[in-house]
């Protein structure tokens, strides 16, 4: 007899796997930005979200190191306790001077920031709007905050704006939370237009940067730098793409930082970021600061796709190639992998139903040689 969790468990992933939406990990060595080694076979990457290829930059590898030496390899406990190293205050004020906020802070991770940020501005009684393709963790962090929330259409303002028309009166308060650019699709949210609607109704807007910062925007500046004068209540955004790292943070004002460091449960009751982290991402945003023609690289191989296969016009890093059904994006990336190329599928419920795809991430360091075989590899798969 198996107990009753193991059969709970076993049935449903039977039934996933009958859906070909059981996953599975595949162990994997990334040997730079680009290459990846799998079942004995080497691959071009093209599933990897270092965008600048920082996960195995000289520099950001050496400020890891010698932060270990330094400070030790983890934080030893929350940062209110004793988990606070010096380094993560200049890492603060650096993202927070970058983004042109008065403070920063950091959290463990993207999805524990932003499954804190939410709760902290919003309870019972407020209103919280989310784009519905907006990534996984706002909905968490949403969800967790017991507030009124609603999905808009996918940067629909006309939907957002009759949403607010009918919920706002009734919410203390008011907060809107979308990607910049969305993860799945490459997108752009209108952030601007978000930020006049905001503003006409008194909300509050939290922007997800990670996949923006280091790729989008003068200087790789991110959202930030493509609406510079839209106002962005949370700059939110991650170490872990772009800055190839690990962690998160979110800029916004002073006293919004402060009651953040107070009250976010997953900043309080957390340990800090290990002080390697740290160090790297101090690392990494040199790089960026110094080499404006890396930032421009990722950008640029997008569009050499794009270009090459008559799709619109990239805006970021992320080109989905949508197929529809599970099984049939299974059989694509299976047909690129034998090519020597990686680009994992992605399935619901990552992405809506009947959209499943290859998501393709272009990095800085993916010969125009590489892009071009991609290209040619897609091509059959492209709708009619
Ligand atoms: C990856 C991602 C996150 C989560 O960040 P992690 O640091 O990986 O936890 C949050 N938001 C968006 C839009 C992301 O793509």
Same mark, same amino acid.
């Given at each position: ?5 193991? /059969?709970?468990?076993? /049935? ?24 990846? &080694?799998?079942? $004995? ?41 004793? $988990? ?7 890492? &603060?004020? #650096? ?7 008065? @403070? ?8 524990? /920031? ?29 969800? +967790? ?12 303002? *006309? ?5 607010? !028309? ?29 930020? #006049? ?12 940067? !990670? ?42 004002? @002073?006293?919004?930082? @402060? ?57 970021? *890093? ?5 197929? $529809?059904?599970? *099984?049939? *994006? +299974?059989?694509?990336? !299976?047909?690129? &992998? ?38 040619? /590899? ?7």
């Amino acid at each position: 007899m198996t107990d009753t969790l193991t /059969a709970f468990a076993r /049935a449903k992933t039977d039934r996933l796997d009958a859906e070909r939406l059981l996953r599975t990990l595949i162990p994997t060595r990334r040997l730079d930005g680009v290459r990846v &080694e799998r079942g $004995g076979r080497r691959l071009i990457s093209f599933s990897c979200n270092d965008y600048l290829g920082l996960t195995h930059h000289p520099a950001v590898k050496a400020a890891a190191k010698a932060a270990i030496e330094v400070h030790g390899a983890g934080a030893g406990a929350s940062r209110l306790v004793t $988990g606070d190293t010096p380094l993560v205050s200049e890492l &603060e004020r #650096r993202l927070a001077a970058k983004k042109g906020a008065e @403070a920063a802070c950091v959290f463990g991770s993207g999805y524990l /920031a932003n499954a804190g940020i939410v709760p902290t501005f919003a309870g019972p009684g407020d209103l919280v709007l989310v784009d519905e393709l907006a990534h996984s963790c706002i909905w968490a962090g949403a969800k +967790l905050s017991g507030a009124q929330v609603l999905a808009f259409r996918h940067n629909d303002l *006309a939907d957002l704006e009759s949403k607010l !028309a009918a919920a706002r009166a009734g919410a203390r308060h008011a907060l809107v939370a979308t990607d910049g650019v969305f993860s799945m699709d490459g997108d752009i949210a209108p952030v601007g237009d978000l930020s #006049r609607l905001c503003r006409a109704h008194d909300a509050w807007l939290l922007v997800d940067d !990670a996949h923006g910062f280091g790729v989008v925007g003068e200087g790789g500046l991110g959202v930030r730098g493509l609406f510079p004068d839209a106002r962005i209540d949370l700059q939110m955004g991650t170490l872990s793409k772009a800055l190839g790292g690990y962690g998160a943070y979110v800029c916004a004002t @002073a006293p919004v930082i @402060a009651l953040l460091k107070s009250r976010a449960r997953t900043f309080v009751y957390t340990t800090g970021l290990p002080p390697a982290n740290v160090a790297a991402a101090l690392a990494a945003l040199d790089v960026i600061e110094a080499e404006p023609e890396r930032v421009a690289a990722p950008l640029a191989k997008a569009r050499r796709l794009t270009r090459a296969l008559n799709l619109p016009e990239a805006r970021s *890093a992320i080109v989905p190639i949508v197929i $529809g059904p599970a *099984a049939k *994006a +299974l059989e694509a990336a !299976a047909a690129l &992998e034998a090519q020597g190329l990686l680009a994992v599928p992605i399935r619901p419920p990552t992405v809506p139903d009947g959209t499943a795809r290859l998501r393709l991430a272009f990095t800085a360091g993916h010969p125009d040689e590489a892009v071009d075989r991609l290209a040619a /590899a897609v091509r059959p798969w492209l709708a009619p």
